[in-house]
């Protein structure tokens, strides 16, 4: 697969350290040129009409692709691994690509709501996902979007929650490894100078 001849309009609709940031993190992973919108949830401007009407859930992320709406986390990393085949974000094969999709489904159905149960339920949680990490790099053989989901979730578990040091140690190391990376650093620049409106 190539790349296509011409690159789609994106705006990104994000709120500042919210599951937006995963978006955010994989637009600049493809290289992608793209406008930011910031969302105040204290101003509610993702309950306002206009928004309301790309996304009706007044969910973020939204990402606008020559003026078509695509919404939910998974979707939109999904899209741009495939719309930008030379990122590598996911696997050339069936298969990868369906363990890419197995994890991005455990991360949004078990890890993202565990962090609203308080610390020790979300903890039992995210145990999980660390077992799992055990041995390894990355979520896959190679570094993809299931990566920058897992790191997004745990970025904010462990922001908020605080879990004892060393709980958590391979999920930690990842963490670490994901800082380390440019398009991530760049989000957490441009997020942070933004402000964050984070609920507890």
Known sequence: MTEPAI???????????????????????VGATFEVRPLSFHRRENRAHEYVALNPEGKVPTLVIDGRPLTEVAAILFYLARQFPKSKLLPDNAEGQAQAVSWMSFAAATLHPARRLG????AAVYAIADRRMTGRKWVLPGYSIADIHLFRLFWRFNASLRPPPGAFPNLSAHHDRMLDRPAVQRTIEAEAAIGYELPA
């Open 119 to 122: 610390l020790e339920r979300a």
């Open 7 to 29: 690159t789609p309009s994106m705006t990104l609709y994000i709120a500042p350290g919210s599951s937006s940031m995963a978006a955010h993190i994989a637009l600049y992973e």
